[in-house]
């Protein structure tokens, strides 16, 4: 079966992509970042199986390029079996590092 390594490449606050004072706030709160970490890496062993701790969202906004890996595809950018794709959570993206594993 095919694994998938996928690392946290790049994580926005919604200052990044809004700017300061811009008026958008969660339940009246500033809104927070993803709770992932820069650098923390999943290893995606069963596709049918999000891994633990890692965001709903972002799983499913990865899941099509996931299955491209699982079945025998590629997405050959930069380089083979390696691609960037980010999670569309506009008001705190991720941008995540999607590798296949050699088996």
């Given at each position: 079966m095919t694994r998938v390594k996928v690392?946290?490449?790049?994580?926005?606050?919604?200052?990044?992509?809004?700017?300061?004072?811009?008026?958008?706030?969660?339940?009246?709160?500033p809104i927070p970042t993803c709770g992932?970490?820069?650098?923390?890496?999943?290893?995606?062993?069963?596709?049918?199986f999000r891994p633990e701790g890692f965001?709903?969202?972002?799983?499913?906004?990865?899941?099509?390029?996931?299955?491209?890996?699982?079945?025998?595809?590629?997405?050959?950018?930069?380089?083979?079996?390696?691609?960037?794709?980010?999670?569309?959570?506009?008001?705190?993206?991720?941008?995540?590092?999607?590798?296949?594993?050699?088996?």
């Amino acid at each position: 079966m095919t694994r998938v390594k996928v690392t946290v490449v790049k994580k926005f606050s919604s200052e990044d992509v809004f700017g300061e004072n811009h008026g958008i706030t969660y339940n009246g709160e500033p809104i927070p970042t993803c709770g992932l970490e820069e650098g923390e890496e999943f290893i995606v062993e069963d596709h049918r199986f999000r891994p633990e701790g890692f965001c709903g969202r972002a799983w499913h906004d990865l899941y099509t390029t996931l299955m491209i890996y699982y079945y025998g595809g590629d997405m050959e950018y930069p380089q083979s079996g390696v691609t960037y794709q980010p999670c569309g959570d506009g008001l705190k993206p991720v941008v995540f590092k999607i590798e296949r594993m050699q088996e």
